[in-house]
């Protein structure tokens, strides 16, 4: 079983929606980490966070300690949001630094 | 923010070539790492690169595949050696930052 569990793996969404990414995770974790990944491959660090919650602009995102569970929400989604989301946990082992993905959100904004 | 230029973005390669990949940072950090994506997949992480030491790979990662070169604190290299077409992905390397992780553009790389 993967550590990290997110969902959908695959979101179509009009201009101007909502949108809710989910991730699960299973481990005890230092941090959380939310990236965008634009189909070049390049990779944006969009968010990271231990608790409670952060805003950027229309992204927000949000952890659940207790229940090893958080989100990302896009508010007012634009085409130009369409990328594949990645959850990513930090776990801390000794000096090194170990992040575990998930399998990443595909997300297409339809204008 | 630190900011990392990874080259080339792209390549392709014959069977039995290698390629060295360079990332090279704004700042000084003292561990970088680096990261395989195959197609369809998640990211894996192949090493961690400390100044000064030698790299330390993870499980199903060898340096005589991957070598990696730390010389200094603002600039890494990963070269992926004897290339055959399972080694095509995405490479990418990373730094840590205050409250961020920072990703290099990332290396397409083809073997034909």
């Known amino acids: 079983k993967n550590e990290v569990e997110q969902s959908p793996q695959n979101l179509t969404a009009q201009e101007g929606e909502f949108i809710t990414i989910n991730c699960s995770y299973s481990v005890g974790i230092s941090a959380l980490h939310w990236l965008q990944q634009h189909p070049g491959g390049g990779i944006v660090s969009l968010f990271m966070l231990s608790s409670g919650k952060k805003k950027h602009g229309r992204l927000i995102a949000t952890i659940n300690i207790q229940e090893k569970h958080s989100s990302l929400h896009i508010t007012a989604s634009h085409p130009r949001d369409s990328a594949v989301y990645i959850c990513a946990v930090g776990i801390s082992s000794g000096s090194a630094r170990q992040l575990t993905f998930g399998s990443g959100t595909q997300l297409t904004v339809l204008p | 923010s630190a900011v990392i230029s990874q080259k080339p973005s792209r390549d392709i390669c014959q069977r039995g070539t290698s390629l060295t990949i360079q990332c090279q940072v704004d700042s000084q950090v003292t561990m970088m790492f680096w990261y395989r994506q195959q197609p369809g997949q998640s990211l894996t992480l192949i090493a961690t690169?400390?100044?000064?030491?030698?790299?330390?790979?993870e499980s199903g990662f060898v340096i005589d595949k991957f070598p990696i070169s730390r010389p200094n604190l603002t600039f890494s290299t990963l070269t992926v050696s004897n290339m055959s077409p399972e080694d095509s992905s995405i490479y990418l390397c990373s730094v840590d930052g205050p409250g961020y992780t920072f990703f290099g553009q990332g290396t397409r790389l083809t073997v034909v």
């Open positions: 690169a400390n100044q000064g030491s030698e790299a330390t790979y």
